[in-house]
């Protein structure tokens, strides 16, 4: 997906929440604001939005020597989601379809992302989570995902952010485990999940768990590590949740299913759909459909 | 008011509508955003945000050839005021403090802003007038403006938005008319009213009316002609309508009371009040305070 003119205003405002939340040096905050407008004089729209904003969070990290300015926050909504974990478990094994089931919670969790204009507190996961089970899905769009997994010889389940991997997990248990690469990012990025985060949700001891090498919040291929690539290209099947991951790879030839919670309206808009909308979309570019 | 760094995504935002509703051609729009982003890597943040917001709406006009892109929507807000006026006259008559029903109506009427990211429709407009008479007000600052204006030998009326003046024009009226001069910006910006708002609003034939030669969304004194600023020199009372009004000229060591509806958090901020708030404000910098 290109960046709309719409997401500049938005990039400023993110990058304005980053650097507060990372310092209260205002002199900062301002530098900071100053080189993102620089970049965005000249930048290439016809690149996703997850460009400039690896740039900005580059940015914020340099200008503030803080290697992870979201540490703290990702644990907080880990910890959080951990705490939903059980009783979520017991809700999916006590369900006449598990695998949908954990599809919806999977969704709901992505909610849990800090870039995005919206505030996110503990009572919003608790609505999603409510949201998520009663929401329209497609049938037939999960009854695609169904088949796609039995078919399916190698699975690759892009991750998005922290806390929203503890409901990865639940997905992940409904899935072929020994078929199954997890994704995480290759580094530090808003909040998206690392290594360090899937090790917290208890998803390294449940199937196998690779970085991409990149800082992107999404997944830019040519972004991504030499190893990941290959991985990408061996895999028949991709699970990609969040809009990073939708935004980056929509126009990729593969066969994907973009599961996520429509957050801005820019995806909205692209998808066609409202914001706050659950989807389960394969993707359109797929020669298959 | 100087400018914070929450501004500049809002600029951002503010430049992109603008040059939507002038024109459907992508290009200029995103000439015009990538203009507004050069000036914003060099602004003076000391500077009032009017100053950006100027320099925004004259590059909008500018790559867009027009000169008044906010003319239809200025001539609808007259319009759906005047249906107004005649139902508020009759309550303001019918009141038992009828300056203190037309202060709080001449506030309502500052919902009609376009400067602000927020979204306006007719049915706005009632409930900003339902609310605006039921809000609390402080009863202190009101008498503080009753004596004022009965103490002023020459009193500035500085207009704000196009509409909102014809609620303007039923305070004018409970004022002592012959001390009074209206005042509108002596060019387009926004929804700004000039001289052909204050005409159809029936004020120039209620009050002299002289425009501020500058085409900044605020009062800037030292962007506005020679013969308004001696002009404002001479009032012994100001009463400044709206956000622009107040962010340029709340550092001025003069009487002045800001009447506005606050719309954006960084006003909000630097008043010291919630957004949504109608506010009735005597300068804070009059030494007489």
Redesign the interface.
């Known amino acids: 997906m290109k960046t709309y003119?719409?997401c500049?205003?938005?990039?400023?405002?993110q990058a304005?929440k980053s650097a507060r939340l990372v310092s209260d040096d205002?002199g900062m905050?301002?530098r900071v604001?100053?080189e993102i407008?620089?970049a965005?004089?000249?930048m290439d729209?016809t690149q996703p939005p997850a460009v400039m904003g690896r740039f900005i969070h580059q940015t914020v990290r340099r200008f503030s020597g803080h290697e992870d300015p979201y540490r703290s926050i990702k644990d907080h909504f880990n910890r959080l989601a951990l705490g939903y974990y059980p009783r979520l478990k017991k809700d999916i094994e006590a369900s006449g379809d598990p695998l949908a089931r954990a599809v919806r919670l999977a969704i709901a969790g992505n909610i849990i992302d800090f870039a995005v204009r919206s505030r996110l507190d503990d009572a919003k996961l608790d609505q999603a989570i409510e949201e998520s089970l009663r929401a329209d899905m497609s049938g037939a769009v999960l009854e695609d995902f169904r088949g796609a997994v039995r078919g399916a010889e190698r699975i690759l389940y892009l991750g998005d952010n922290a806390g929203e991997i503890v409901f990865d997990r639940l997905l992940l248990e409904q899935l072929p485990r020994e078929k199954v690469t997890f994704v995480v990012r290759g580094g530090p990025v808003i909040n998206d999940a690392t290594r360090a985060d899937a090790e917290t949700a208890g998803i390294t001891d449940l199937v196998e768990v690779i970085d991409n090498g990149s800082d992107v919040a999404g997944t830019m291929l040519e972004m991504c590590s030499e190893e990941f690539r290959c991985r990408f290209e061996e895999a028949d099947l991709i699970a990609a949740k969040g809009q990073g991951n939708y935004e980056t790879l929509n126009q990729v030839n593969k066969d994907i299913f973009f599961l996520l919670k429509v957050k801005c309206p820019v995806i909205a808009r692209d998808i066609g759909c409202e914001v706050g909308r659950l989807v389960l979309q394969r993707n359109n570019s797929f020669p298959g459909e």
């Open positions: 003119l719409d500049i205003g938005c990039f400023l405002d304005l205002e905050h301002e604001l100053r407008l620089r965005a004089v000249k729209l």
